[in-house]
């Protein structure tokens, strides 16, 4: 009994301590004290009281602009937002800090964070992947400014987990087309994700797809246009064959190809 007593007592207590701080805090925000303001907006930033600096910097910034003040309250804010998990938000203020404030000690780390949320709103490959192209185009931005950086490292490692998501996104693509057997929208598809990923480790399979769309796009396909059609899987068997001899898909291709040279014979 005495023990439930002590815990209930416990519980007030802790309720009467979180009002008596709600109220204190109310307190600050309506104050006109900006000094204070920005003392304990600091002070609730080390402590990772981070909705609490974020308000209070918040209410800052109109005040201090054009002061001494400014960028440091800019600062904070904008790492207060990050830290509350409000990357779209953190990214749009870590980004307008270095517009802002060009010449600041800060200006690097923030254009680099401005990528990097970006590159935390990326989505999966399967949805939209704008936030996924504009985190390409921000840390390769921040390279091109900042040569010198030691963040250069660690930019190139993220452009390319970025660029393994689209490659993954285009590479799907083709293969939706290719399982739908749109002959036509698979030669278009793949050529240009071999033009968009020349390095891609997926390029033979491409090619494959490539030969084996052309062949029977060819031989359904009316006679004014079955010729040009075979050609084209002809080039490309060729290709493929020269820059990947030891490619999985090799014997399929050479199956087609053969299939290709009876059917020219027929033509001719």
């Not at 390029?203 to 030969?211: A, F, G, V």
Request: aromatic residues 16%; glycine residues 2%; neutral net charge.
């Amino acid at each position: 009994m005495l023990f439930l007593k002590n815990k209930i007592l416990y519980l007030f207590l802790a309720i009467a301590i979180l009002f008596s701080s709600c109220d204190k805090f109310n307190r600050l925000l309506k104050s006109t004290d900006y000094d204070l303001k920005l003392t304990k907006a600091k002070e609730y930033y080390d402590k990772e009281y981070y909705i609490k600096s974020s308000q209070l910097y918040e209410e800052l910034i109109p005040v201090v602009k054009g002061t001494p003040k400014a960028e440091e309250v800019y600062y904070y804010y904008s790492w207060s937002e990050y830290n509350l998990g409000d990357y779209i938000l953190s990214q749009y203020h870590f980004k307008n800090f270095t517009r802002q404030f060009p010449a600041s000690t800060h200006a690097e780390e923030c254009y680099f964070m401005n990528a990097y949320c970006y590159y935390l709103t990326s989505a999966p490959y399967k949805l939209d992947q704008t936030s996924t192209k504009n985190a390409i185009n921000e840390f390769q931005s921040f390279i091109d400014i900042y040569t010198e950086s030691t963040r250069i490292d660690s930019c190139n490692i993220i452009i390319d987990k970025l660029h393994a998501k689209l490659e993954r996104k285009d590479y799907e693509i083709v293969k939706q087309y290719y399982k739908l057997s749109d002959w036509k929208a698979t030669i278009s598809v793949t050529q240009n994700f071999i033009k968009e990923y020349p390095s891609s480790n997926l390029n033979d399979e491409m090619m494959y797809m490539l030969i084996d769309s052309f062949y029977t796009l060819a031989i359904n396909s009316i006679p004014q246009k079955k010729g040009e059609r075979l050609d084209g899987a002809i080039e490309n068997y060729i290709k493929f064959v020269e820059l990947y001899p030891k490619s999985s898909y090799l014997s399929s291709a050479e199956s087609i190809y053969s299939s290709i040279k009876r059917l020219k014979e027929k033509i001719n």
